[in-house]
């Protein structure tokens, strides 16, 4: 499964140099569907796949311009991984240091917005 992951991130990588968030998301709610089906309950590997693929919507949800989508996904992907890769994990890491730059970033621009 993890050949095949790192394949579709790949081929939404290329569906991105396009800016065609719609389709990227599409593809990712794709993977998501696949990882939370019921023949992977109880899986660590696919628990933690997830969180990085909650992440990678995350992303794209930033880059779409869609920050009220993008919000969630970040705190979902960081209580995902941190549960299930620990605290100090790099991949859990990687989530919260996005998460927290993002999170200034909108802050900064809802704040220029209501002034």
Not at 57 to 78: C, E
Request: proline share 3%.
């Amino acid at each position: 499964f993890y050949s095949a992951y790192i394949s579709l991130t790949r081929a939404i990588l290329l569906i991105l140099q396009t800016n065609d968030y719609t389709a990227a998301n599409q593809e990712f709610e794709t993977i998501l569907k696949s990882i939370r089906s019921p023949k992977n309950i109880g899986n660590s590997d696919m628990r933690n796949m997830e969180g990085i693929t909650l992440h990678n919507m995350a992303v794209v949800n930033l880059l779409a311009g869609k920050y009220d989508v993008a919000l969630p996904l970040f705190q979902d992907a960081v209580r995902i991984k941190k549960a299930f890769l620990g605290y100090d994990h790099p991949e859990v890491a990687v989530s919260i240091i996005s998460f927290r730059v993002f999170k200034r970033f909108f802050f900064f621009i809802w704040a220029m917005w209501t002034d």
